[in-house]
C-alpha cells in the first residue's frame, strides 16, 4: 500500500529555530567539505517529500559542521517553490559514504552516498534526501 504525500509528510508550523537555519548560507556555499581520509563531499541536493520535486540549492540553507573529523551534519531548510512550503532537513555523512537521515515518522535511514567508488564523490553525484518533517508556512515572509 503507498501513502498519500500528505501521510508521508507531518505538517507542524515552522520554528523560530528553523527560521534562523534559513537565514544561513547556503548549504552549496559551504561546499565541499573535505575528511581527513581525503574523502570529498561536494554536492548535496534536497527533495520536497510532498511533491518530490528538487530543492534548488539557493532555496536550501543551513549549516555545516563537523562534531567529529569523520562525520559530516547537515541541517538544513529548504523552500519548495511549488508547493510553497519549508522543508526541514538533517543528514549525517560518514567519511565512508554513510548516510543518515530521517523519515518523516522519525526513523533513521540509513543510506550511501556512492557505492561503488568509496574515496571520492564524482560531482554529478546527487544525495536524494528524504524530509524529515514539512512546514506549512508564509512562504512570502520568509523569503521576504
Ligand atoms: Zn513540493
Redesign the pocket.
Same mark, same amino acid.
Given at each position: 500500500m503507498q501513502d498519500s504525500p500528505t501521510d508521508r509528510a507531518k505538517v507542524v508550523p515552522i520554528t523560530p529555530q528553523q527560521v534562523e537555519t534559513f537565514r544561513k548560507p547556503t548549504i552549496s556555499s559551504q561546499l565541499p567539505v573535505h575528511y581527513e581520509n581525503g574523502y570529498i563531499l561536494d554536492v548535496f541536493e534536497g527533495a /520536497?517529500s510532498? /511533491?518530490?520535486?528538487k530543492v534548488a540549492a539557493k532555496d536550501l540553507h543551513g549549516s555545516i559542521v563537523q562534531p567529529i573529523k569523520s562525520i559530516t551534519v547537515i541541517e538544513a531548510v529548504g523552500l /519548495?517553490r511549488? /508547493?510553497k512550503?519549508a522543508v526541514p532537513f538533517f543528514m549525517r555523512i560518514k567519511d565512508d559514504g554513510t548516510t543518515q537521515t530521517r523519515d518523516a515518522r522519525g526513523n533513521w535511514i540509513i543510506g550511501m552516498v556512492d557505492e561503488k567508488d568509496k574515496g571520492i564523490t564524482p560531482a554529478e553525484k546527487v544525495i536524494a534526501l528524504l524530509a524529515s518533517a514539512v512546514l506549512l508556512i508564509g512562504f512570502a515572509w520568509l523569503i521576504g
Amino acid at each position: 500500500m503507498q501513502d498519500s504525500p500528505t501521510d508521508r509528510a507531518k505538517v507542524v508550523p515552522i520554528t523560530p529555530q528553523q527560521v534562523e537555519t534559513f537565514r544561513k548560507p547556503t548549504i552549496s556555499s559551504q561546499l565541499p567539505v573535505h575528511y581527513e581520509n581525503g574523502y570529498i563531499l561536494d554536492v548535496f541536493e534536497g527533495a /520536497c517529500s510532498v /511533491c518530490g520535486g528538487k530543492v534548488a540549492a539557493k532555496d536550501l540553507h543551513g549549516s555545516i559542521v563537523q562534531p567529529i573529523k569523520s562525520i559530516t551534519v547537515i541541517e538544513a531548510v529548504g523552500l /519548495c517553490r511549488t /508547493c510553497k512550503i519549508a522543508v526541514p532537513f538533517f543528514m549525517r555523512i560518514k567519511d565512508d559514504g554513510t548516510t543518515q537521515t530521517r523519515d518523516a515518522r522519525g526513523n533513521w535511514i540509513i543510506g550511501m552516498v556512492d557505492e561503488k567508488d568509496k574515496g571520492i564523490t564524482p560531482a554529478e553525484k546527487v544525495i536524494a534526501l528524504l524530509a524529515s518533517a514539512v512546514l506549512l508556512i508564509g512562504f512570502a515572509w520568509l523569503i521576504g
